[in-house]
């Protein structure tokens, strides 16, 4: 069996779909229906229709698509950015690329999520954009927090990174927003490698993206990017091609192959997780010292990470009991943005007390298994270790 064969044939395999058979298609020059139909175009084209949105707009990272999202929003230098107090960092980082202040809103110390009161406070005058974060897979709360954005009239970015085809009320995350961004680095629910995408149902935001995101190119449009046609005005020596800055955030075609070819089977991936997630559910439920991430009534958590709050008095001792019994470990949460030594350099605005509290006590176990007998190990020694 050669190597092609081994990786289709493997069962637990993340990637033995279409996706060898597409990377295939790009490699061969000669595929004049690839020229004509590029991958970008079809996996946007798919995307969209799954995740019902106009447009899909793809990235080279989730990182430039928070970006391109930024400067769709009109964000300034000196205005004002919000996100959680538990995320990661490029939320914050994507806001100072703008030259503009993050503002972090704390969390519920049941959901992880984005608190809709503490996020009213955080509001002021200068604030043009909210990042809103779906972290774990755990969908925030998404009908408050709309209520609040339009009452201010501030557009949402939903962060959906960890979330894919998660739902609020029977509605899909990421079709909350004004505009969402999804991720595909190789740890997420789909993975190209290295990738991202925005969705959005604004002409406007979708053309500022694309333009953005497209090296400033003025010929690009909401639902029309430069690989799915290049212009015959590009032949003329005279033709001016760029008419706003901008960067080289786009997908490429090998990318997009293995990302199309992913989207596919984006509804066993996901589920996979989500099986994996009610093993742990049956082994926690029976531990008081060890509180799952609450996922609130009508959401639908798609489980990036089972991600949990430890009670206990020693969470390294647990943590070595656990790798020392064979079992695969377990990340800690993520540090408070604003507690990372990046952002004494910088300005930012609002403490969140309730999330420094609650970061040094998160566990993360893993969903991503491709193997149930690697993951029914791992409960075992967890079961015998609580």
């Known amino acids: 069996m050669n190597y092609i064969d081994k990786i289709k044939n493997d069962n637990n395999g993340k990637y033995n779909g279409t996706e060898i058979d597409y990377i295939l298609q790009v490699l061969d020059s000669e595929n004049l229906e690839r020229k004509k139909n590029p991958f970008v175009n079809r996996l946007e084209k798919k995307y969209a229709d799954i995740f019902q949105t106009k447009y899909a707009i793809a990235h080279n990272s989730c990182t430039s698509a928070l970006h391109t999202c930024l400067v769709a929003a009109g964000v300034k230098p000196g205005d004002e950015v919000i996100s959680p107090g538990h995320t990661v960092i490029m939320n914050s980082f994507v806001t100072l690329y703008m030259d503009a202040i993050p503002v ?3 969390i519920n110390p049941d959901t992880f999520n984005m608190d809709p009161e503490d996020l009213e406070r955080k509001i002021t005058d200068k604030t043009k954009a909210i990042q809103v974060v779906h972290m774990h897979g755990n969908p925030a709360d998404m009908i408050p927090i709309m209520k609040i954005a339009k009452k201010y009239n501030i557009p949402v970015i939903e962060d959906c990174a960890q979330c894919v085809l998660g739902y609020v009320d029977n509605k899909l995350v990421g079709t909350f927003g004004d505009m969402a961004c999804w991720s595909f680095e190789t740890k997420k629910h789909l993975s190209t490698g290295e990738g991202g995408m925005v969705t959005t149902n604004n002409e406007e935001y979708g053309t500022i993206i694309r333009k953005t995101g497209g090296l400033g190119y003025k010929t690009l449009e909401a639902g029309q ?35 199309l070819a992913q989207l596919e089977r984006v509804d066993s991936l996901v589920e996979r997780r989500k099986e994996i997630a009610k093993m742990y559910d049956e082994t926690f439920k029976k531990c008081d ?36 019994a064979g079992g695969d470990g377990f990340y800690g949460g993520l540090s408070v943005p604003y507690q990372e030594p990046v952002m004494s350099l910088y300005d930012y605005k609002g403490k969140c007390p309730t999330a420094e509290k609650l970061q040094p006590k998160m566990m993360q176990f893993k969903t991503n298994y491709r193997n149930y007998d690697e993951v029914r190990k791992n409960i075992k020694i967890l079961n015998k270790i609580l």
Not at 244 to 254: D, H, K, Q, S, T
Not at 303 to 320: I, L, S
């Open 104 to 106: 972090y809103v704390d």
């Open 289 to 324: 010292y060890i509180i799952p991430q609450k996922v609130l009534d009508g959401h639908i958590n798609t489980y990036w990470t089972y991600t949990v709050k430890y009670e206990g008095n020693d969470w390294f001792g647990f943590y070595n009991k656990f790798k020392d």
């Open 225 to 259: 990017s430069l690989r799915q046609l290049l212009p015959s005005d590009f032949q003329n020596p005279h033709y001016k091609r760029h008419d706003i800055l901008g960067w080289n955030y786009r997908m490429n075609e090998l990318s997009a192959a293995v990302g």
